[in-house]
């Protein structure tokens, strides 16, 4: 039995954030009614986490619940742990209509941390990531450059972002040029530009 | 008509250019001709010269509602190349090409048609193998074009990178006597040409309805009064569908706003015209020494002759990626025209519902090289009832499922 | 002469010194100066030639208006044409030339076209060059383009980087002068997020250069308290080096910060494009002078006023010492009083005006200065400078009462507010016959998407040029905009400015308003494209009458200055010439940018590596690691052929095809799509999507399936493999994943709402590796995990299990005709699987295969391919696929359409085998001969080449295509006549070339 | 460069953000329709100048398709709302009479 490799293995990279791919995490796509009572019960149930609402994360611990849409959610949690948590999940969600699958493999996670983290990641997407709209909390599905991708605030000044395995190479060297020595926007990082 | 030489300038320099007159009549319009065309873009002009030329029909009007000229036929990238896949479109692109070859002369009026060649670049296996399929299909259908060696289009094209790390370019498919023309000088000498036939252009005179007369075309109802005629022509691109409301049908067309853009100018670094698909961008090099570069097209509709910023990044980022040396040249000027796009992404040059009223129209992003021809085969359609050169572009293959797709050589219509 | 002088200069650090040159020649000039400003220090009045009649050009503006100042800027990877020497910052060892001239700008041989100009007036090029007719491309075009064209090509790859900035704010204020910065406090004031965008280095505008007093304070010092106040304001944010480029749809505005320009060896991009979204725009955007259309008026030392004033006040540089002053209105004088002030010889104030000015005529007076009213300058003469003057009466045809020498002209034609980001969206004008321009429309504002105006004005680019009105209403615009985002301003003062009042200004669009002839054709109105008075007469007498027109045909301001000084007067000039009022003549459409930005800044970060993203699977670095030759599928990068050494391509395929016939081969189909359909309703959603029945396959089981498109034709097709009751996996094609995953979604979400199915994309979950090749069982028996005999396994049939340790699922498929297993695994263990194969397999032979060895393999046992076979116009039943068509369904997506008369019609080409009849291969996309011509000339064909290869199994090219009535017509042989000159002669064939019976791969 | 308020997520999604997708409210027409029927479905649009109802995906991000109510000629959004319906909501269409009196959906009111 080989040991399983995330896409880029945990590289790294220090400019105004620091940018590392965090490894293989337990993600499983959760596709049913949100509000059917099988299809909460799955996803807490096995995560042990609070269901989220629309547009927000709920975490505790490595475990965590994403609203992805409305009828969608990602459970994440320790990736040796998938496939209990998923057989956990197709038991309580019986017979109801819902889809349930094991993606930790088909997503690479990032986090981007540090006082300029969003003043980095707004070079790369249209999000809003102003604190008055965008906090801890919260989730985004957007794209960052020419990629889809989804991330999260784990604190105001760390990202976790979540986009597909076969690009994982691009998003790193997106977010590591963004990050780049010189480029310092100070837009939100900064307060107020003192005078020159 | 003052005949345009070296001599006449001479001549009229010595008085200071004061005998210059109108290039176009500007009358009052009357209350009948023998046929309206409604739109003096290139198209409807063009129309209009050849009816008069062709077919000895010169009691025509050609009704403008701004200036002549001031639409799709002065915002476009005066690209002119006939190297298309399909039988059809080959015809009256290369048709048209033809007619350029000798327009200036035909009009006396200089448009500047340059035969500078074109380049469409093959940049993966499957543009590779569709371009060989078209200049296989080029050589049967008379148009002169030929698949190009990566060596070649450097050769051609010095400023290109032929290596990119994404997208080394593989070769290309070459047609010589293609190249650009002057795109309003085109307008204004098929304006010229009318008016000296005694044909009339009216500017600034809107269609406001068409009048039908036991289920024939009676007229239009215009800005500047009712006006009668026989014939009707309805010419008018990205507007067609307001037309065809007036005229009682409607058409499988969606407009939408497609973009372009030009640098400052510089000196000549580029000779011929390049045409990136893979990428979605193509540039040439006009007189002035402007990089002119043309975008994509919004995915909505869209009537405000303002495209969306992104198109704009997308080109401009696939053309520094395949001519490095723009990336500091600046972006002088962006601007948006309305274009027509139809089912199949080619024109409809029909016979409407409405007996005596003629559509030409849905040419998309690729009107501008095809006037003369458009022209040429619209009036023979009109004057005869049908045209080999229009016979493909009929209204009802939408119904039959018998299309004119060039898409599928991994060519776009630019 | 022009030169610094000891006092003034705002702007400039005296205690240092940089050093530059300008056509080789060194120059000094100081921390703070513009490239212009230091020339002008320098006394170099000649900086370019002019477009069209390369006649000798000074510097006439101080701002991004200026149309002759442009210089070739750097060398090397920063180099850069057309830079404006009046907005480039000075910084140490820049190296600027000129441009347009041959061989130097002092002498250049392409000045003849101005002795000739009068041969070559607007539109002249449209009239001649007509014969002989091959000469317009090989002889006059080429002269045409050398002589235009300005700047010179660069040549090497720029050395710099871009980047783009997202920003989403309440406000945008654009322009950072007094105007822009009051409107920003009052905004932030109401509590409003504002982000400020000064195209300068400097906030504050050029109120400082042209003084009075607000709240009692000068002007400088007021707007210094108001710039500290500003940045203690958390909701405000101002950026100077950032120009507000263009206004667009719903709230966006396009910002150009140019970081490093005025620092090359700073570190970080050179430019940043900010892409920002705001409720409301302010634009505070100034106005900028006119010049006045004189005879000579392009002469170099012929300067606008306000300019004169910016390069003596900000940069303590006097242009002149001894100065004309040119005016219809009061501003002027504010620059003959500041000159007079610094010690210039100020000869005369020629007021257009009988009547002259208000109170800073008076002020000139007292200084001194001589005023001469109702007067006007009948024509500037000099060479490479102004040397003379002649004065004349406004109101005369330009005889001369006397002449003046001086070695400067300052001119002001009144201004014209900056419309052109108000305008950029829709923004509507109207004519202020008062102050004889066109102003903002505030009742007819750029719509956003609630239908509402979200964009307003402020300052001088609203109409206001008095100071007093100026602060309160660029006050009052900031507490508008706050509301009209519901917000609610609190009440706050507006600051109070002192008046000085000034006296009407008189319309001037010819000096002297009767020039004959002579002068108007030497009266420049666009400097840059050499476009004179005469030149838009002319227009007007030749009918082209709209301003488009006029535009066009004299190229009146479409210089790279956009028509920034000679807008205006070429309206007015236009509108006399048809006797027509200038509104009715209107203006030409405003697009942006507004001033030109780079094509690097607008590419932003895409470029090299991050150009596009790259797909790779699991095994993507053992291919690069094996020198695999790369095929882009998509954004995928899928290894072409696996080259050893110096094999050629064409040999490593055949190697590669023989040893998959022979022994064993591996395939990376990682990139296929794999989409999970599931839900009680999965089947009959699949019986639409599908053109053959999917609800019937059973679990375990596979079927190949085809997918149509509404419009009939053929988009994709793949194996489906049932999971279990509820749930399928349909395999797409590797480019189709995501546009079937689309598909399937749309027609769930917008026409089957109510059928319960739900889809998920699991492409990238898995590494897939097929395994192919005689010797496929035994290698995989080697790995041991599962049963994958015969029996258990046997052909379209599919398990799940364990191979080498590793979770898998294994498809009994085969696209080669051969023994095939597509094995997929988890993608984090895709590459552990591969090397596991790769080692066990040794002692088989096993060896890698690329897409071409697939593409040769499917083709030898007749394997249809999407994208080859299919073009978007290809229906299954062209193909002979009428087998994977259901008849029992009565519908399924393409049914309908497939029914039309020209798709039912028996003349359709139809798909059948080639077979050259000397063996050679088919050219690629090569046409089949009719008889005859078509009804445009064109010869008749009958079929094409649709695939075509060398097969090294059969030792002999092999060839697929559609024929017309191809299938009824088995043996006939084809003409294809090559692109290469030869005809070649082809035989109609079954398409299926190896191995008819299917025995191979069902073993 | 349009802003459209996604009905699912309530995301105002940026133009980039989003995938168009032609005029809603069509009608399937599949075995059985007449010629003409069946190619109206297919390619007739109302392509008009003004009041324009259409389709469009919230592709990076949510993933759901929604309807839309623009003006063509000035770019307003009315309103947008969920796919699943085969003719826009009254509170559209309120909406849009509110902005543009007089406008009925389809020649009625």
Redesign the interface.
Known sequence: ???????LNHAGFDGLAKVTECG?HGMI?L??DLAARAVKAAATGASGVKMPG??EVQSKGDNALCW?????LLVICDYKDVRQVLDKMHKSLGAA???A???????TMFCVTGSSAR?VM?????????P??FGPGQI????L????AAFWLEDDQSFRIIC???????AF??LC??A??????G?FSA?????T | MKRYSAFSIAREALRNHAGWTRAWAAPEPRRRYDVVIVGAGGHGLATAYYLGKNFGITNVAILEKGWLGGGNTGRNTTIIRSNYLQDASAAIYEKARSLYETLSQELNYNVMFSPRGVIMLAQTESEVRGYKRTAHANALQGVETEFISPEQVKELVPIINISGPRYPVLGGLWQARAGTARHDAVAWGYARACSAMGMEIIQQCEVTGIRQKDGKVAGVDTTKGPIDCDKLGLVVAGHSGVLAEMAGFRLPLESVALQALVSEPIKPCMDVVVMANTVHGYMSQSDKGEMVIGGGADGFNNYTQRGSFHHIEETVRALVETFPIISRLKMLRQWGGIVDMTGDRSAILSKTPLEGCFINCGWGTGGFKAIPGSGWGMAELMAKGHSPLTESFSLDRFREGRFVDESVAAGVAH | MSKRIATQGRLIDRSRALTFTFNGRDMRGHPGDTLASALLANDQMLVGRSFKYHRPRGIVASGAEEPNALVNLGTGPSFEPNQRATTTELFDRLKARSQNHWPSLEFDIGAINARLSRLLPAGFYYKTFLRPRAFWKHVYEPIIRQSAGLGQAPKDRDCDTYEYFYATTDIVVVGGGIAGLLTARSAAQSGAQVLVLEQTAHLGGRTPVDGGTVDGQPASAFIDALLEELRAMANVTMRSRCMGAGIYDHGFVLGYERLTDHDPDAAGPRHRLWRIRAKQVITATGAIERPLAFAGNDLPGVMLASAMRDYLINYGVMVGQRVIVATNNDDAYRTAIALKEAGADVLRILDARDSGGGPLMQKARELGIRIDCGRAIGKVRGGKRVKKVKICAQNSSGGALEEVSCDAVAMSGGWSPVVHLWSHCGGKLLWDDGAAHFRPDPARPPTGADGNGFVSTAGAAHGDFALGDIVAQAHEAGRKAAQAIGMKPKKHDAPIAAETREARLLPVWLMPAGANIGLRSKAWLDYQNDVKVSDVELAAREGYESVEHTKRYTTLGMATDQGKLSNINGLATLANSLGTPIPSVGTTTFRPPYTPISMGAIAGEARDAIFQPLRCTPIHHWHEAHDAAWEPVGHWRRPYTYPRADEAHADAVAREIKNVRQAVGLLDASTLGKLIVKGPDAGKFLDMLYTNMMSTLQPGRCRYGLMCNENGFLIDDGVVARLDEQSFLCHTTSGGADQIHAHMEEWLQTEWWDWQVYVANATEQFAQIAVVGPKARKLLEKLGGMDLSAETLPLMAWAEGEIAGIRARVFRISFSGELSFEIAVPASQGLALWTALIEAGREFGVMPYGTEALHVMRAEKGFIMIGDETDGTVIPQDLGLDWAISKKKEDYLGKRAQQRTHMASPDRWKLVGLETTDGTVLPEGAYAVGEGLNANGQRVTQGRVTSTYYSPTLERGIAMGLVLHGPERMGEVLEFPGTDGQVYHAKIVDPVFYDKEGTKQNV | MLILTCPYCGIEADETELASGGEAHLTRHGPGTSEDDFSNYLFTRQNPLGVHFERWRHAHGCGKWFHAARDTGTLEVFATYPAQTAEPPKTVCDAIRKRRPGWTWQGTA
């Open positions: 039995m080989s040991e399983p490799v995330s896409a293989l796509t596709r049913g629309p547009n992805m849409s409305p009828d969608e209509h819902a889809l699958v094991d993606m930790s493999d088909a997503r003043d707004a070079k790369l997407t249209p999000a809003d990531l102003s008055a709209t985004r599905r957007s794209r450059a020419q990629i889809p597909f395995r076969s690009v994982a190479q691009y060297d997106l040029t963004a780049g020595a010189g480029s310092d926007v837009y307060a107020p530009i003192r005078p």
